[in-house]
């Protein structure tokens, strides 16, 4: 699983593609991919272009990584997203940014996707006042996501959101920072997705 990841990240490397998994740096200015508009290396205009299939691959693997699922998890997702009414590639990006640990990431409680699964399986979030160890669960509306009382959960998430790079808050969450609580007051549309995916080419990829 690790040396697929790390090939995988190698990829994205060199086709100048960010997965947003560095948490706050992967938001800076100083970040290289942002920087310069064409991957690294003195022979980048020689390799060869991706085929149709291989843009799908990339989209879709872009979608996992960036969100931390695996590809069962992601699977069910999509299998989720087309039984709801709309469109499939919207419904699956607004699944993806109701999953707990995508929320707690958003509001600025954790630094990146992987501090937020942590805090999550640590027992350091609660939801509606119970304690929710479940990365994956999909927030409804009205949830209320706040952090446990103790004095170690408290110092983790005012540590995130003392860095303040987590960003703008979505219209659809509210945030209280004292102490760091949220509640879902809608549903994400596509322009709350900050992540540059082309979500038709990832249901034409897993509807294969």
């Not at 989720?80 to 929320?103: F, H, I, Y």
Request: aromatic share 8%; with cysteine.
């Amino acid at each position: 699983m690790a040396r697929t990841f790390n090939s995988f990240w190698k990829l994205c490397r060199r086709e100048g593609v960010s997965l947003y998994i560095k948490g706050a740096n992967a938001f800076a200015a100083k970040d290289p991919i942002k920087r310069r508009e064409y991957p690294p290396g003195q022979h980048v205009y020689r390799r060869k272009k991706f085929t149709e299939y291989g843009v799908k691959l990339r989209e879709t693997q872009k979608l996992k990584r960036a969100y931390g699922l695996s590809h069962r998890q992601f699977l069910r997702m999509f299998e989720c997203a087309k039984r709801m009414p709309g469109n499939t590639g919207g419904n699956l990006l607004q699944l993806l940014e109701r999953r707990l640990m995508s929320v707690v990431a958003t509001l600025g409680f954790a630094p990146s996707m992987n501090g937020a699964r942590q805090m999550i399986a640590h027992g350091h979030v609660l939801v509606n006042g119970r304690k929710m160890k479940i990365p994956s669960y999909v927030v409804k509306h009205n949830d209320e996501i706040t952090v446990h009382s103790r004095e170690r959960s408290q110092k983790l998430a005012k540590r995130s959101i003392d860095v303040g790079l987590q960003g703008r808050t979505p219209a659809w969450l509210e945030r209280g920072e004292e102490p760091p609580r949220g509640k879902v007051v809608g549903m994400p549309t596509r322009e709350d997705v900050s992540l540059p995916v082309n979500e038709n080419l990832v249901v034409e990829y897993c509807s294969r």
